[in-house]
């Protein structure tokens, strides 16, 4: 797992260098590389893994303006009810599955999110800048 989660990091630098950890225009769409993802059971142990194993998208597009995520050339979209910008953030809430909550830094472009059901939750790393 560590070496696929770098191997993306890697790859995502090299599509924007000079963008990615630097300040995003969240008026605009944003690609985020999802570069790390946990997922945690009651009572059990957490585990890493790839997250198309986790059914998460490897890049996703945020889009605050249309209210939706959307998955980087797939099909999958997702509706996002709340977004809220606040204190340099851009945070979206909704449901899909299981109630999920992202934070996405305008100053550095760096995400986290959650998404969590009764007896699961996975906590999510990445980055995101401008699409161009």
């Known amino acids: 797992m560590k070496s696929r989660t770098m191997l993306l990091a890697l790859a995502f630098a090299g599509i924007a260098p000079a963008a990615a950890l630097a300040e995003v225009d969240t008026s605009k769409p944003l690609l985020c590389a999802v570069t790390e993802a946990v997922e945690c059971g009651y009572e059990s142990t957490c585990s890493y893994g790839p997250v198309e194993d986790l059914n998460i998208p490897a890049f996703i597009v945020v889009d605050a303006g249309a209210k939706a995520l959307r998955e980087y050339h797939g099909d999958r979209m997702t509706a996002v009810p709340t977004v809220i910008e606040r204190n340099g953030q851009l945070v ?15 100053e550095t472009g760096r995400l986290s999110a959650a998404a969590s ?3 699961a939750g996975i906590v999510i790393f990445g980055v995101c800048t401008n699409q161009r």
């Open 92 to 106: 979206l809430q909704g449901f899909e599955n299981r109630a999920f909550s992202i934070s996405i830094s305008q």
């Open 117 to 119: 059901q009764p007896d």
